[in-house]
């Protein structure tokens, strides 16, 4: 009997690329602290919470705020990125996703998202792909950021599926460490060296053909 099996996906870098959004907003930031923040810097807030985020930008700046002032900042830098989102369309969708979105559907394998980002179903809504997944766990989701596993653990518990039969799409390292602390197959999107502990590792989405589809699948 075939294995049943089910995916999960991060949103930021693999379903679509936001993380140039979040740049901007977290760049704008720095510069009225009076510090730079770089595309090298932003790299380290990738699959990081956005309280967390913002801790590590002060780090780099070396600016120490209270509570309150870090409050602040937070919402004004979300409003800016959410003026970025509402924007995006489904020209933004990355390169094979819609392709392997359709694949999954007429094999009837079940999907699901697997994000820290807040602000995931309104991105999924505005690039039309929100009624296309099974289940979505998001950042109101969970109390534990990558790599803790809580994330995908609830997202195969949405999709009534054992954690070692879910394939993980990330493109992140802390998510495929919570994927790997999960027990789940995980693929990685991006650079292999800085990926190597994925199962698998694809230089861009665009890696996603139907022989590798099939490969995963075994």
């Known amino acids: 009997m075939k294995k049943e099996i089910a995916f999960i996906f991060d949103l930021d870098g693999v379903i679509v690329d936001t993380a140039k959004y979040h740049f901007l907003a977290w760049k704008n930031l720095a510069d009225s602290l009076g ?9 380290l807030l ?4 956005r ?9 780099i700046g070396k600016v120490t705020l209270s509570e309150e002032e870090k409050l602040k900042l937070l919402i004004s830098k979300n409003l800016e990125y959410l003026e970025f989102v509402n924007k995006m369309t489904a020209d933004e969708i990355l390169p094979s996703i819609t392709n392997l979105l359709d694949y999954l559907d007429a094999n009837n394998i079940k999907y699901a998202l697997g994000s820290a980002s807040k602000n995931a179903p309104l991105i999924l809504e505005k690039v039309g792909l929100l009624n296309r997944f099974t289940a979505i766990v998001d950042g109101n ?4 950021a990558k790599p803790d596993p809580e994330v995908f653990l609830i997202g195969a518990k949405k999709l009534n599926m054992k954690p070692e039969n879910c394939v993980v799409v990330e493109d992140a ?4 460490e919570a994927a790997n602390a999960a027990k789940m197959i995980s693929i990685g ?3 292999a060296e800085l990926l190597g502990k994925a199962t698998y590792v694809l230089k861009d ?4 053909t139907m ?8």
């Open 46 to 49: 990738k699959g990081v919470s």
């Open 173 to 176: 390292i802390a998510g495929v």
């Open 211 to 218: 022989d590798f589809l099939k490969n995963v699948m075994k």
């Open 141 to 144: 989701d969970v109390s534990k």
């Open 205 to 208: 989405t665009a890696g996603f």
């Open 51 to 59: 309280v967390r985020s913002l801790e590590i930008l002060l780090e």
């Open 189 to 191: 999107i991006g650079d």
């Open 35 to 43: 510090f730079v923040f770089t595309e090298e810097h932003n790299e």
